[in-house]
Protein backbone atom coordinates (compact mmCIF):
# COMPACT_ATOMS: atom_id res chain seq x y z
CA UNK A 1 0.00 0.00 0.00
CA UNK A 2 2.00 2.85 -1.31
CA UNK A 3 -0.57 5.67 -0.02
CA UNK A 4 -0.36 4.39 3.53
CA UNK A 5 3.51 4.67 3.35
CA UNK A 6 3.34 7.91 1.42
CA UNK A 7 0.76 8.85 4.10
CA UNK A 8 3.77 7.96 7.30
CA UNK A 9 6.33 10.15 5.62
CA UNK A 10 3.73 12.86 5.03
CA UNK A 11 2.84 12.87 9.06
CA UNK A 12 6.32 12.71 10.27
CA UNK A 13 7.51 15.54 8.35
CA UNK A 14 5.86 17.69 9.87
CA UNK A 15 6.14 19.46 13.85
CA UNK A 16 3.28 20.38 15.85
CA UNK A 17 3.88 20.29 19.80
CA UNK A 18 1.21 19.68 22.29
CA UNK A 19 0.72 22.37 24.96
CA UNK A 20 0.49 19.50 28.36
CA UNK A 21 1.81 16.44 28.67
CA UNK A 22 0.10 13.28 27.53
CA UNK A 23 0.12 10.21 27.82
CA UNK A 24 -0.10 7.68 25.77
CA UNK A 25 -1.10 3.92 25.96
CA UNK A 26 -1.45 0.56 24.10
CA UNK A 27 -5.24 -0.34 26.23
CA UNK A 28 -7.20 -3.76 27.07
CA UNK A 29 -10.64 -2.99 26.80
CA UNK A 30 -13.26 -5.45 28.96
CA UNK A 31 -16.28 -6.02 29.54
CA UNK A 32 -16.63 -7.32 33.38
CA UNK A 33 -20.05 -7.32 34.26
CA UNK A 34 -21.09 -5.52 31.21
CA UNK A 35 -19.39 -2.21 32.12
CA UNK A 36 -16.61 -0.97 29.34
CA UNK A 37 -12.97 -0.91 31.04
CA UNK A 38 -10.31 0.53 29.99
CA UNK A 39 -6.78 -0.69 31.30
CA UNK A 40 -3.03 0.10 30.42
CA UNK A 41 -1.39 -3.41 29.20
CA UNK A 42 -3.19 -3.81 25.60
CA UNK A 43 -1.49 -4.65 22.54
CA UNK A 44 -1.57 -3.65 18.84
CA UNK A 45 -0.81 -5.19 15.70
CA UNK A 46 0.20 -3.58 12.00
CA UNK A 47 1.49 -5.53 9.20
CA UNK A 48 3.83 -5.30 6.43
CA UNK A 49 4.01 -5.54 2.91
CA UNK A 50 4.97 -9.39 3.18
CA UNK A 51 2.06 -9.95 6.07
CA UNK A 52 5.04 -9.74 8.77
CA UNK A 53 3.24 -8.31 12.02
CA UNK A 54 4.59 -6.32 14.55
CA UNK A 55 3.36 -6.41 17.62
CA UNK A 56 3.43 -3.32 20.23
CA UNK A 57 2.69 -2.94 24.02
CA UNK A 58 3.65 0.20 25.73
CA UNK A 59 2.96 3.31 27.15
CA UNK A 60 4.71 7.06 27.89
CA UNK A 61 4.73 10.58 27.81
CA UNK A 62 5.46 13.32 26.06
CA UNK A 63 4.61 17.02 26.06
CA UNK A 64 6.32 18.53 22.97
CA UNK A 65 9.44 19.78 20.48
CA UNK A 66 12.68 19.33 22.37
CA UNK A 67 11.32 18.15 25.73
CA UNK A 68 11.76 14.34 27.61
CA UNK A 69 9.75 11.87 26.81
CA UNK A 70 9.26 8.85 28.35
CA UNK A 71 7.93 5.15 27.62
CA UNK A 72 8.46 2.01 26.04
CA UNK A 73 7.20 -1.47 25.90
CA UNK A 74 7.55 -4.74 24.22
CA UNK A 75 7.96 -5.76 20.10
CA UNK A 76 7.09 -9.17 18.81
CA UNK A 77 8.18 -9.62 14.94
CA UNK A 78 6.23 -12.57 13.09
CA UNK A 79 6.53 -13.52 9.33
CA UNK A 80 8.12 -14.83 6.32
CA UNK A 81 11.48 -13.75 7.77
CA UNK A 82 11.53 -15.54 10.77
CA UNK A 83 10.46 -14.26 14.62
CA UNK A 84 12.20 -11.83 17.00
CA UNK A 85 10.91 -10.04 20.05
CA UNK A 86 12.50 -7.42 22.60
CA UNK A 87 11.63 -4.14 24.03
CA UNK A 88 11.82 -0.67 22.51
CA UNK A 89 12.70 2.90 24.55
CA UNK A 90 10.65 6.04 22.64
CA UNK A 91 13.45 8.56 21.95
CA UNK A 92 11.79 11.78 20.85
CA UNK A 93 8.36 13.34 20.19
CA UNK A 94 7.84 14.29 17.02
CA UNK A 95 4.05 15.56 16.17
CA UNK A 96 0.92 15.29 17.93
CA UNK A 97 -2.34 16.46 16.68
CA UNK A 98 -5.29 16.18 19.14
CA UNK A 99 -8.56 15.80 17.93
CA UNK A 100 -12.35 15.42 19.25
CA UNK A 101 -13.95 12.28 21.16
CA UNK A 102 -14.50 10.80 24.38
CA UNK A 103 -15.38 7.47 26.02
CA UNK A 104 -18.78 6.69 25.96
CA UNK A 105 -20.45 7.69 29.56
CA UNK A 106 -20.52 4.71 31.98
CA UNK A 107 -17.16 3.24 31.08
CA UNK A 108 -14.48 2.98 34.06
CA UNK A 109 -11.15 4.49 33.08
CA UNK A 110 -8.13 2.86 34.97
CA UNK A 111 -5.28 4.90 33.54
CA UNK A 112 -6.56 8.18 34.89
CA UNK A 113 -10.11 10.17 34.49
CA UNK A 114 -12.27 9.60 31.42
CA UNK A 115 -12.58 13.58 31.17
CA UNK A 116 -9.19 13.73 30.06
CA UNK A 117 -8.84 10.84 27.65
CA UNK A 118 -8.18 12.73 23.73
CA UNK A 119 -9.07 10.96 20.18
CA UNK A 120 -5.80 12.01 17.68
CA UNK A 121 -2.68 10.85 16.41
CA UNK A 122 0.98 10.90 17.72
CA UNK A 123 4.62 10.49 16.23
CA UNK A 124 7.05 9.35 18.41
CA UNK A 125 10.61 8.14 17.39
CA UNK A 126 11.87 4.90 19.01
CA UNK A 127 14.48 2.63 19.30
CA UNK A 128 14.41 -1.48 19.29
CA UNK A 129 16.53 -3.20 21.36
CA UNK A 130 18.00 -4.96 18.65
CA UNK A 131 19.61 -1.42 17.72
CA UNK A 132 17.23 -0.89 14.80
CA UNK A 133 15.64 2.66 14.61
CA UNK A 134 12.06 3.57 13.94
CA UNK A 135 9.07 5.38 14.05
CA UNK A 136 5.87 4.30 16.05
CA UNK A 137 2.56 6.68 14.93
CA UNK A 138 -0.64 6.17 17.66
CA UNK A 139 -3.86 6.80 16.54
CA UNK A 140 -6.90 7.17 18.57
CA UNK A 141 -10.86 7.19 17.52
CA UNK A 142 -12.61 6.91 20.91
CA UNK A 143 -15.83 5.61 20.52
CA UNK A 144 -17.79 9.06 20.76
CA UNK A 145 -17.45 12.19 18.96
CA UNK A 146 -14.48 11.34 16.95
CA UNK A 147 -13.62 12.45 13.15
CA UNK A 148 -14.66 9.22 11.29
CA UNK A 149 -10.80 9.97 9.18
CA UNK A 150 -9.19 9.17 12.71
CA UNK A 151 -7.99 5.07 12.92
CA UNK A 152 -8.12 3.36 15.86
CA UNK A 153 -4.52 1.56 16.39
CA UNK A 154 -0.71 2.04 15.16
CA UNK A 155 1.77 1.48 12.54
CA UNK A 156 5.06 1.36 12.58
CA UNK A 157 8.48 1.22 11.20
CA UNK A 158 11.73 -0.49 12.17
CA UNK A 159 14.41 -0.19 10.57
CA UNK A 160 13.96 -0.32 6.64
CA UNK A 161 10.69 -1.97 7.11
CA UNK A 162 7.10 0.14 7.01
CA UNK A 163 4.49 -1.82 9.05
CA UNK A 164 1.67 0.02 7.35
CA UNK A 165 -1.31 -1.90 7.49
CA UNK A 166 -3.09 -1.31 10.56
CA UNK A 167 -4.61 -4.12 11.97
CA UNK A 168 -8.63 -2.78 13.40
CA UNK A 169 -10.10 -3.35 16.57
CA UNK A 170 -12.74 -6.02 16.44
CA UNK A 171 -15.44 -6.25 18.60
CA UNK A 172 -15.14 -9.04 21.20
CA UNK A 173 -10.95 -9.22 20.47
CA UNK A 174 -8.71 -7.48 23.29
CA UNK A 175 -5.92 -5.75 20.88
CA UNK A 176 -5.59 -3.08 18.26
CA UNK A 177 -6.98 -0.44 21.02
CA UNK A 178 -5.00 2.87 22.36
CA UNK A 179 -5.97 5.87 24.38
CA UNK A 180 -4.09 9.02 25.05
CA UNK A 181 -4.72 11.23 28.62
CA UNK A 182 -3.64 14.34 29.43
CA UNK A 183 -1.83 14.59 32.44
CA UNK A 184 -2.55 16.95 35.75
Known amino acids: MLSALALMVLITSGVASAHSTIRWDTISL ?8 V ?28 EPVTGGGTWATTGPSGTAK ?5 TAFVRFEPAAGSLPPGFVDKIGNGSDTRSGLAVL ?15 CHQPVGSPSGIFE ?29 VVP
Open 30 to 37: TFPNGVGT
Open 39 to 66: DAGGSDYALADDLTTIQISGNGTFSGLG
Open 86 to 90: GTFTV
Open 125 to 139: RIVYSDGSKGSLIIS
Open 153 to 181: GIIATKGFVAFHERVPPVPGVNANRTLFH
